[in-house]
């Protein structure tokens, strides 16, 4: 599994990925962390991220996805925040935003 940086200012990386939506119906590997949620690849340790454990479907999940997904994925997440939240800041000052754009980049190495 790829390592998530530590953040010195704005939301840490590791909430900003649990925080991300994953589909509800997830296959039992993909639940797993063995497909990617979104696209359905398989994934070994140096192609994955990990989303971080939750609740999908009621059932503790460990979902994990490809980097070109979570950098997907965390743009559609920053579009809608800039869009929906308006007392956002704006990129240069806002946490939440500021936490995506980590994320983008984490998907893009």
């Given at each position: 599994?790829?390592s ?38 398989s ?67």
């Open positions: 599994m790829a998530t940086p530590a953040v010195s200012s704005g939301v840490a990386t590791v909430d900003v990925l649990a925080a991300l939506p994953v589909p509800a119906d997830l296959s039992d590997a993909q639940r797993d962390g063995h497909i990617c949620v979104w696209g359905g690849e994934l070994t340790p140096a192609t994955a991220i990990d989303l971080g454990p939750r609740r999908v479907d009621g059932e503790m999940a460990s979902p994990r996805a490809c980097k070109a997904d979570v950098s997907r994925a965390a743009q559609e997440a920053l579009y809608a925040h800039v869009k929906d939240i308006e007392r956002c800041t704006g990129t240069e000052t806002c946490g939440t935003c500021r936490g995506l754009y980590r994320v983008i980049r984490l998907g893009q190495r």
